[in-house]
């Protein structure tokens, strides 16, 4: 994409240019590190892509992931069998930097990472190196580490990892909503009754 946008302003515009062949999602095997709520709301989008294996790892099995057919794995056979890994997972002491050189060498070639999460969920040094040798075929994230990312970022060098600055919820009716379940918070202990969305 970036590569594209690139030769477009250039006015190199060439539909046909070989350099610019991707994987297609269709057929391919999905991988959920995290199937909670956003995990789950992704895997049932994602069905429509007509994949042919969704995946997912955690800490326990999701009785959930019936209605999406989803297979419980281990993070190292996810990790190996996976052509897009999405990471949907808390932050804490289990998830810091698990995606790091031990990881990355498990990917496939072809293996795209997205990270809607949290930055600290992947080494960037490790994501770094990866780009650089290959051993996956890109990146797309909204998170970081640290935010905001400064502009001399090696990161920003390598037209296959997309980077978006942490606005994957920046829509008019999710800010409205995140803000009315921000006073529901405080209202609701004022009241007696329990927190609807308690931060763990």
């Known amino acids: 994409l970036q590569e594209g946008q690139v030769l477009l302003k250039q006015g190199n515009w060439d539909p046909l240019q070989q350099d610019f062949l991707g ?8 991988g959920i590190v995290g199937l909670g709520g956003i995990g789950l709301a992704i895997a049932k989008r994602i069905k429509a892509f007509d994949i042919t294996r969704l995946l ?16 419980y794995v281990t993070f190292d056979k996810l990790l190996r069998e996976s052509d897009y890994i999405l990471i949907c997972c ?3 002491d289990n998830t810091k930097e698990m995606f790091n050189d031990s990881a990355f060498n498990k990917m496939k070639p072809n293996s795209v990472l997205i990270n809607t999460a949290r930055g600290g969920i992947v080494d960037h040094e490790a994501l770094l190196r990866a ?9 797309g994230l909204d998170v970081m580490t640290p935010e905001p990312l400064p502009s001399d970022s ?15 919820s920046s829509t008019i009716k999710t800010r409205e909503r995140m803000a009315e379940l921000a006073v529901e918070n405080v209202l609701a ?6 927190m609807p969305l308690p931060l763990f």
């Open 23 to 30: 994987y297609q999602i269709s057929e391919s095997t999905v």
């Open 56 to 71: 997912y790892c955690g800490p326990s099995e999701k009785p959930q992931a019936e209605e999406v057919g989803a297979e």
């Open 90 to 92: 808390r932050l804490n």
């Open 131 to 139: 780009l650089e040798e290959g051993k996956i075929w890109g990146a």
């Open 154 to 168: 090696p990161l920003l060098k390598f037209y296959n990892c997309v980077l978006m600055p942490h606005i994957g």
């Open 189 to 194: 202990p004022l009241d007696g009754r329990p």
